[in-house]
C-alpha cells in the first residue's frame, strides 16, 4: 500500500473514532468529513493524477513516415556567387538577377536551378572565405561576380586577381566551369587604375580559358532609369536585362552539360 492511501486509512479511523465518541448525528458527520478531509480528498485525486513513471504508459510518437518525402531536386546546380550584384540590393524580394535568370531557365526548359550566392559588401576576398559554402551545393556551373568592392575600395589589383584565380582554380577542381563577369569602374578612379583593374579580368579568363562576359552590366550602367540613385546597382528592370546579358553567355553551357548527362557513358568526354 503506498504511504497515500495508508495516510487515507489513519485519518478516517481516527474521524470514526471521533464521531463515536461525541455522538454526533449523521448530518454532523457529514459536515465534519466534508471539512475536516475535504483538502485530503484533494491530494489524493492528485497523487492519483501525477502518478510515478511506472505507472504511466508512454504514447509512441508519430512517425516521420506518415509525412511524404519531399521528392529530391535532381536538377543541375549554378551557382551565382557574388556581391551586392548578385544580392539584389536594393532590388525586391525576387528581383535580383539570379532570379530573372532561374525564370529564363525555366521558360527555355533547361533542368538547372540556381542558387544565389552573392552578399552585399563582399570582396574578392570575402569571397575566397565564402568559397566552401558555396561548393556545398555541388555547382556545376558558377557565374563569377566579385572585384567591383575591391576597385571601389582602391584593393591592388595583384590582391583581387589573386583572390580570383584562386577561386576559379578551387571550382574547377571541383568540377565546376566557370563564367567570369567583367567589371569597370567610374571614370574618377583614373585610366591609371581602371585599366589594370579590368585587366584583371580578361587576363585571368585568358589564362584559364573562361568564358568571359565582358561587362555585366552592359546596357544598364549609365542608364539612369535602370540604375538605383546611388548609380552602382540596377533598379528591378535592370536586373532583369543583366539576366538577359548573363543567358546569353552561359546557354551554350547549359545546353552542353544537359546533353552530355543524357549521352550513355562511353560517348561522353572523356570516356576511356
Not at 54 to 76: I, K, L, M, N, Y
Not at 239 to 244: H, L
Request: aromatic share 6%; hydrophobic share 40%.
Amino acid at each position: 500500500m503506498s504511504t497515500v492511501w495508508a495516510d487515507v486509512a489513519m485519518r478516517l479511523v481516527r474521524a470514526r473514532t471521533f464521531i463515536m465518541g461525541n455522538g454526533a448525528g449523521s448530518a454532523g458527520i457529514l459536515y465534519y468529513v466534508t471539512v475536516r478531509y475535504s483538502g485530503l480528498f484533494i491530494a489524493i485525486l492528485l497523487a492519483g493524477c501525477s502518478g510515478s513513471k511506472t505507472d504511466t504508459v508512454e504514447r509512441e510518437p508519430v512517425s516521420d513516415r506518415t509525412q511524404p518525402a519531399a521528392p529530391a531536386d535532381t536538377r543541375h546546380v549554378l551557382a551565382a556567387f557574388g556581391d551586392s550584384l548578385t544580392a539584389g540590393f536594393g532590388a525586391a524580394p525576387g528581383a535580383s538577377y539570379p532570379d530573372y535568370l532561374q525564370k529564363l531557365i525555366d521558360r527555355k526548359n533547361y533542368r538547372w536551378r540556381v542558387i544565389n550566392a552573392g552578399v552585399s559588401g563582399d570582396t574578392s576576398t570575402d569571397g575566397v572565405a565564402r568559397l566552401p559554402g558555396v561548393l556545398e551545393y555541388k555547382p556545376e556551373l558558377a557565374v563569377l561576380e566579385l572585384g567591383a568592392n575591391d576597385g571601389l575600395r582602391g584593393i591592388p589589383v595583384d590582391a583581387t586577381r589573386s583572390n580570383l584565380e584562386q577561386i576559379t582554380v578551387a571550382l574547377e577542381k571541383a568540377g565546376c566551369k566557370v563564367v567570369l563577369a567583367g567589371m569597370t569602374l567610374p571614370p574618377n578612379y583614373g585610366p591609371e587604375y581602371i585599366r589594370p583593374f579590368e585587366r584583371v579580368f580578361t587576363g585571368l579568363a585568358a589564362d584559364h580559358k573562361l568564358t568571359l562576359i565582358p561587362f555585366l552590366l552592359e546596357g544598364v550602367g549609365g542608364h539612369r532609369s535602370l540604375m538605383q540613385q546611388d548609380g552602382l546597382h540596377p533598379t528591378a528592370e535592370g536586373n532583369r536585362i543583366v539576366a538577359a546579358t548573363v543567358m546569353r553567355y552561359i546557354e551554350p553551357l547549359l545546353r552542353a552539360t544537359q546533353e552530355e548527362t543524357k549521352s550513355p557513358p562511353s560517348t561522353r568526354k572523356g570516356a576511356p
